[in-house]
């Protein structure tokens, strides 16, 4: 008598799918937080801005013009399209003569700039093909399985609100003591530390600067996560209805 071995098809569990909701949730927010630290990092009209605000234009002695050519030279730079080492120094014209814009000390604190970029934009091919692919996984299988992709979203995005509330509470109380923070946690070194005397870069991104730039992000990326957690909260919950 033959035995026939019959194959048993192995199922991911319910587990498994709010496990992928999960990541799909975590990679959404990721690609949300480096959209909105791009969009006053690498845009022309926010440095213009800020110039005429802060009055750089007078500070650094230089035509609109030439520190806008410096400036489209740093987003180059910062998004990677230039050498690491010795693609930054540019040479322009600082009231009435030739130099070099950047010094020693701020190129050394840009290229660890740079690596922060690089690392963001490793990030992103991780997180935007496998947001891609645990998407179609989830819109193939029917409104069940998007329901757990939705429910991800919501407990991703409240959970990450929740956890901001503590840093924004801080940056309000004390944004100097949260901004040297940040910068000890992000950086091995104290070539951050600038002299507005010397160093023409802190000149055109003053304290004001970054301040302005944390409420862009702030604004950008908290819109996002609000988004993100109204639509998961309220597509979970009709998802299952329907299930």
């Not at 192995?10 to 690609?31: D, E, Q």
């Not at 990450?160 to 946690?185: C, Q």
């Not at 862009?216 to 299930?243: C, P, Y």
């Amino acid at each position: 008598m033959n035995l026939v071995k019959k194959r048993v098809a192995i199922k991911p569990s319910p587990v498994f799918w709010r496990a992928m909701g999960i990541v799909n949730g975590l990679c959404m927010m990721v690609l949300l937080l480096r959209l909105a630290f791009m969009v006053p990092a690498v845009n022309l009209w926010f440095y213009r801005w800020q110039y005429t605000v802060n009055d750089t234009y007078r500070h650094v002695n230089m035509l609109p013009a030439d520190l806008h050519d410096v400036t489209r030279h740093l987003i180059r730079y910062m998004q990677g399209l230039l050498d690491r080492d010795t693609g930054l120094q540019i040479q322009t014209i600082v009231g009435g003569q030739v130099r070099d814009f950047f010094s020693p000390i701020e190129i050394r604190h840009m290229v660890d700039v740079y690596d922060l970029f690089a690392w963001g934009r490793v990030i992103l091919y991780t997180c935007a093909p496998l947001l891609f692919a645990t998407t179609l996984a989830f819109v193939t299988r029917g409104r069940r399985h998007l329901a757990m992709l939705h429910h991800g979203w919501k407990w991703v995005s409240g959970t990450v609100i929740v956890l901001l509330l503590i840093p924004a509470i801080f940056m309000l109380i004390n944004w100097s003591r949260a901004f040297d923070l940040f910068h000890e946690i992000f950086f091995d070194n104290d070539y951050w530390i600038l002299n507005p005397q010397v160093d023409l870069l802190v000149r055109i991104v003053p304290n004001g600067f970054f301040i302005h730039a944390t409420m862009v992000i702030g604004g950008v990326f908290g819109t996002g996560l609000l988004g993100m957690f109204w639509l998961g909260r309220r597509r979970a919950v009709e998802g299952s209805l329907e299930s």
